[in-house]
């Protein structure tokens, strides 16, 4: 029996998949030809027509061939898949590497953007709408303003009635005498139906604005006739502290006492607590913006004023000023696009070559792992297509870890702490450094 010729056909040597030991960027600039587009999937930085291409890229990839060709052993051993497998796999490498830099960003300045402009995306992540600021805005570096902080301060400080960003509206209604009790709520929401004020009937600010929203009430005040002075007068009157029972008494071309500065900070804080504590002998209730008058206001001359604010649906842009209701609201909504390859250092550039290393190792796994054993006459040629699969996922996962451990030292937490840290080293060791002795 004639011994059988273990060559291989020409059709099947023709058909063989071996890894080149080189790649090329040649033929590959063109989005519309055949090799760019199975080479790259996504063609995110190969596409001639994608605002991120770069040529830099194209060549990054080729070399990348080179490097797995001798990583897996490709002098020894045939490495059965082709050198697209790795330009795809070194796509795939960048895309990751700019996702965890912009998970990082977001990190940091999350907090600040909330509220600002946000964009519309492709189907790759690239801007195709909103503020043109937005470009490439991961590339920049946020001014740390403490938006946020501020936005909740401002919340707190006009419950304080301190400041805030809400505007304060205000409204008059007539005084009824021996009637005690007035609904607020119904007197604005009619107020600014009709676009008159209860009392004047003039226009007001708020038309339109109440409808079937709550209104709160923040002061209620009235004024007194004109003939009616105060209890802090500019001249005499209740108006002293302590032994200063002629100050601020004296007439025209007299005589002022010398008194020292620690008396008028007493008297300014007895004006102080005039202002705030008790202008008016009428006090009230509010409960659900009804009003009841102590003691009745029988024989009360004009009318009263209300202070307040109308809710504002927290899902509603303010339309006198934008105050960041619209815009950037979590991590989806950041305009951050891929990172441009150019914009990558050599640090980067390193993970992303061991990374798309591993990719390729999970790639050949799956072209070996087809079969556990290839025969061959009188014996078995084992793969070790498991192996590889192991080995992969091993690699890439310990990467993403190192790249994510580093990142997380260099938020910007992170780098404060560190500057603190410094200066308190810094001084440390000032305080133990022998100081100059001078003379005069």
């Known amino acids: 029996m004639p011994t059988p010729s273990l060559s291989p056909p020409a059709s099947a040597a023709s058909t063989s998949v071996i890894l080149t030991s080189t790649g090329s960027a040649d033929g590959l600039l063109d989005i519309n030809s055949a090799a760019n587009t199975v080479n790259y999937p996504l063609g995110i930085y190969a596409a001639a027509s994608s605002v991120l291409y770069d040529a830099n890229f194209l060549s990054g990839a080729s070399d990348q061939v080179a490097y797995t060709y001798k990583k897996l052993g490709g002098d020894v051993l045939d490495i059965e898949i082709t050198a697209g ?35 519309t995306f492709d189907n790759n992540g690239q801007m195709t709408g909103g503020d043109a600021s937005g470009s490439e805005v991961n590339l920049s570096f946020p001014k740390y303003e403490f938006r946020y902080a501020r936005r909740v301060a401002e919340g707190l400080s006009r419950e304080a009635g301190v400041g805030g960003n809400v505007t304060m509206y205000s409204a008059s209604f007539n005084i009824t005498g021996g009637q005690q009790e007035y609904d607020l709520q119904t007197i604005i929401s009619r107020s600014a139906a009709n676009n008159l004020d209860d009392a004047t009937g003039t226009p007001v600010p708020y038309v339109d604005l109440i409808g079937n929203k709550k209104v709160r009430i923040e002061k209620v005040y009235y004024k007194t006739p004109a003939s009616m002075w105060r209890f802090y007068g500019y001249y005499g009157g209740l108006n002293v502290v302590g032994n200063l029972n002629y100050y601020g008494q004296y007439a025209d071309d007299t005589t002022f006492e010398l008194i020292p500065a620690w008396h008028n900070k007493l008297q300014a804080a007895a004006y102080e607590d005039h202002l705030w ?164």
Do not use: C
Request: charged share 20%; glycine share 6%.
């Open 85 to 119: 497998n790795v330009y795809a796999a070194y796509e795939e490498a960048v895309l990751e590497y700019s996702y965890q830099i912009n998970i990082h960003q977001a990190k940091n300045v999350l907090s600040d953007l909330l509220g600002m402009s946000t964009g």
């Open 277 to 440: 504590t008790r202008l008016s002998h009428y006090s009230y209730e509010l409960h659900n913006n009804k009003l009841k008058i102590y003691p009745s206001p029988d024989g009360f001359v004009g009318n009263m004023w209300v202070q307040f604010t109308a809710d504002v649906d927290a899902w509603i842009e303010d339309s006198d000023k934008k105050h960041g209701v619209d815009g950037i609201n979590n991590m989806n909504t950041l305009p951050f696009e891929n990172l441009p390859y150019k914009n990558i250092n050599a640090i980067g550039k390193h993970w992303i070559r061991r990374f798309a290393l591993a990719i390729t190792m999970g790639m050949l796994s799956q072209v070996r792992g087809k079969f556990s054993s290839i025969p061959i006459p009188g014996e078995s040629i084992q793969l070790n297509g498991a192996n590889l699969a192991q080995v992969s996922a091993a690699d890439m996962q310990a990467l993403k870890e190192e790249l994510k451990a580093i990142l997380d030292e260099m938020t910007y937490r992170a780098l404060a702490e560190k500057d603190a840290q410094m200066v308190t080293n810094t001084k440390m060791v000032l305080e133990n450094a022998p100081l100059l002795i001078y003379q005069g």
